[in-house]
């Protein structure tokens, strides 16, 4: 590195330093709190809040609390960091939050930005994590990338799996796959929900025997489009307590209890008494367009492993 441009860098270090970092007073946090407590979330009009409360925001970054709080005070200065985040890697439980938030602020040009020209598998798990997100604006960004997906993202020879029509289910149906390398794919994109065999956690219906319940044609749909048809006992509610949360997930009753089960693994136990509103999710807790992220290829070779589980 040149003499000039170390000190460049090391400008930039401090400026990002200062910035980015910037320390938040024992003040600020008394200021965000009573906030808070007082549910005043639109600081817009209060330039003193607003920079206390941004602060101290700054100051959470790598904390849970931090994404609650982008959220409530409506943060759209934290923009780039959440699309950072998503850009550093798009694999973490942070980049999920950050994707959620980019939508909710309707900011997701930014992220489509970033799927075109990241990496091919950071690509993929950020099409992953839109997939999560539901909404309209999801669900166009992933259709656009759909149609214009560049073969060039993935392996040159190997396309990207697109399939449009009922012909292209049937023709892909029919082809063989490697078991083995759909195992591989299972574990990629499948296994943080579904249990094979004694690969996998158990969040959604288990696979072990789906070979002799479904065709091919049946097991691609199922992927490809998951709101189709929601499996009965595995549909996704929405609750909502006394205390403000919101969680979704799969629903059971136990005694006075409701417990959640949550994609990932977590599950928690609410009283029902303290419930003010459960109500059920019109699409499946499955993401949509996993299909998108993966080659025809690998597509092939996962449906071959699933038609091989049987009893
Ligand atoms: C975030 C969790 C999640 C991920 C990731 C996920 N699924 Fe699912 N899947 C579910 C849930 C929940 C259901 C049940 C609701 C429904 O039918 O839509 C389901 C249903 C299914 C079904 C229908 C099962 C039946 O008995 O009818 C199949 C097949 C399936 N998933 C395959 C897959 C495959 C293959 C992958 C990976 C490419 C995958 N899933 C990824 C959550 C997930």
Redesign the pocket.
Known sequence: MTFPSMIFFGLFLFGFKVLGQEEASPKDRLIVESLIRLNRFDVSENEKWKASVLRYVRSLRSQEEYFDLVEQFSIVEEVPELVRLVEKDATTAEASQAVKLIFHFGEHKKLSKLLFSASKENASSII?LIG?VKTPESRKLLESFEAMNEPALFDSNNAPARLFTSEDIELLSARNGNVKKGRV??QK??F???KAGNLGMD???G?SE?GD??PKSE?IL??VK??A???FD???WTVETKEGDILSG?VSEADEDLIVRM?GGLSQRIKKADITKQTKMEI????EG??LA?SEMDLVD?IEF?SNLRK
Do not use: A, Q
Request: net charge neutral.
């Open positions: 992953t999560f794919v299972f994109f499948c943080s929900c579904h969040f959604g219906p696979l789906i319940k479904l097991l199922s992927i998951p709101n048809g929601i499996s595995y549909e996704g799969i994609v499946s807790l499955m993401p996993l299909h993966m996962l699933l």
